[in-house]
């Protein structure tokens, strides 16, 4: 079982830059794909961005060019650099396996918050 630990969300104002890490552990050998997702207040998932084992990233329309995922295989964690954040991002913000339509996509971590407000 692989177990998933999001951090590093909070309360920002439009504008700002946030990180996100998640880092991983459990059996990880059968993970060929990480995403980033989230949900708003009242909404459902939203894939954000994915990247492969072998390094390779895709991303989602609405963060393309704002948002960078990125792994550290050493330590068993990915990361979501964000850039330029828009009160409309306020959500819960998930790591999980996979990419959609993968057999091990959704599988979330417990999240973490972040409030975009002024």
């Known amino acids: 079982e692989v177990q998933l630990v999001e951090s590093g969300g909070g309360s920002v104002q439009p504008g700002v830059s946030l990180r996100l890490s998640c880092s991983v552990s459990?059996?990880?050998?059968?993970?060929?794909?990480m995403s980033w997702v989230r949900q708003a207040p009242g909404e459902g998932l939203v894939w954000l961005c994915g990247?492969?084992?072998?390094?390779?990233?895709i991303y989602g329309n609405t963060v393309k060019g704002r948002f960078t995922i990125s792994r550290d295989s050493a330590k068993n964690s990915i990361f979501l650099q964000m850039h330029n954040l828009k009160p409309e991002e306020t959500a819960v913000y998930y790591c999980?396996?996979?990419?959609?339509?993968?057999?091990?996509?959704?599988?979330w971590g417990q999240g973490t918050p972040v409030t975009v407000s002024s």
């Open positions: 999980g396996t996979g990419l959609p339509g993968d057999r091990d996509y959704g599988h």
């Open positions: 459990g059996f990880t050998f059968g993970i060929a794909a």
């Open positions: 990247i492969y084992r072998g390094g390779g990233i």
